[in-house]
């Protein structure tokens, strides 16, 4: 009797076990679909960002462009007139009359100065273009977000992708930015997974100069390469960061914005990221001063366990 207490209670004690740990399954499965949606809630807030930054970027020389094509018509349409005038010229009977044409309407004109405005316009639509195929080739640069291979990738370049895409953020160059690009060689990572962790940054620092210098301040990038190691500093002058928030920014869901103006996972995603790669990210920070993250890399793959 004590033998069939025993197993029916095994039985039961099974079957409540099994009852709990699909319980528990169930519940970790909801726990890792919202930490995904909130990783891609993140993603996609940076990416709307990214956009209307981009449409603004590429709007400005692509309104130059237009706005120099239609005066640029018409000079061109005066320049093909004035020529027109040599052709009329048929024997040396009319050649002095046709002559004293040209010359009346080159002044009526005033080609010199039509012959300039044009190379100013033609001046103004190359710029404008360059430009624009500069911020299309940041972009294709920095679209390699979600490439899951490793790459051999040059660290500078994923910056100044990064730095072509926020040119709009950068509040017409009111905010200085100084690059000291040491010798650093190209290395082996994910590339579009650093390009995110560099535009986090950097629109934080965008960020605290805002809220310190109504816009005006300056961000430091250094580069260097020593001891088979990559070392990378961003550095603002913005409000910086008191002891205690310090210490608690690379939690996730850690969040000094206001309610809907950020979901507390940037820095928190850019640790993992750092992580990924074996390296290490830190922040030195004065209250009134600024803030200063500091990333080092490991430049061989033998290097990290995480890759």
Not at 9 to 26: A, D, H, P, S, Y
Request: aromatic share 6%.
């Amino acid at each position: 009797e004590n033998e069939k207490i025993v197993k029916e209670q095994n039985i039961l004690l099974e079957m409540k076990v099994k009852e709990r740990t699909l319980e528990l399954e169930g519940s970790n499965k909801n726990l890792k679909e919202a930490q995904s949606q909130l990783v891609d809630a993140e993603k996609m807030a940076s990416l709307g960002q990214l956009t209307a930054g981009i449409a603004h970027e590429i709007n400005n020389p692509i309104n130059f462009v237009i706005s120099n094509v239609k005066p640029l018509k018409r000079d061109i349409q005066e320049i093909m007139g004035l020529l027109g005038k040599y052709s009329e010229i048929k024997d040396d009977k009319n050649i002095n009359d046709k002559l004293k044409q040209i010359n009346d309407l080159k002044e009526q004109l005033d080609a010199d100065y039509l012959i300039n405005e044009i190379n100013l316009l033609l001046k103004g639509i190359d710029e404008g273009a360059t430009r624009t195929s500069e911020i299309v080739k940041g972009l294709q640069n920095f679209s390699r977000l979600n490439e899951d291979t490793l790459k051999m990738a040059d660290i500078h370049e994923g910056i100044d992708s990064t730095l072509a895409l926020l040119q709009w953020t950068l509040l017409n160059d009111k905010i200085k930015v100084v690059k000291e690009y040491g010798h650093v060689p190209e290395m082996e990572c994910f590339p579009g997974k650093l390009n995110q962790v560099f535009m986090n940054i950097l629109n934080n620092a965008i960020q605290a100069i805002q809220e310190s210098k109504n816009g005006n301040g300056e961000i430091k990038i250094r580069t260097d390469f020593q001891n088979n190691t990559i070392r990378i500093s961003i550095k603002d002058n913005g409000v910086g960061m008191m002891k205690q928030i310090k210490s608690r920014i690379f939690e996730p869901f850690f969040t000094t914005k206001n309610i809907g103006k950020g979901t507390g996972l940037g820095l928190s995603i850019v640790y993992g990221i750092i992580q990924k790669h074996g390296g290490e990210i830190t922040a030195e920070s004065i209250p009134g001063y600024g803030t200063d993250f500091i990333i080092l890399l490991p430049f061989n793959r033998e290097n990290s366990s995480h890759l």
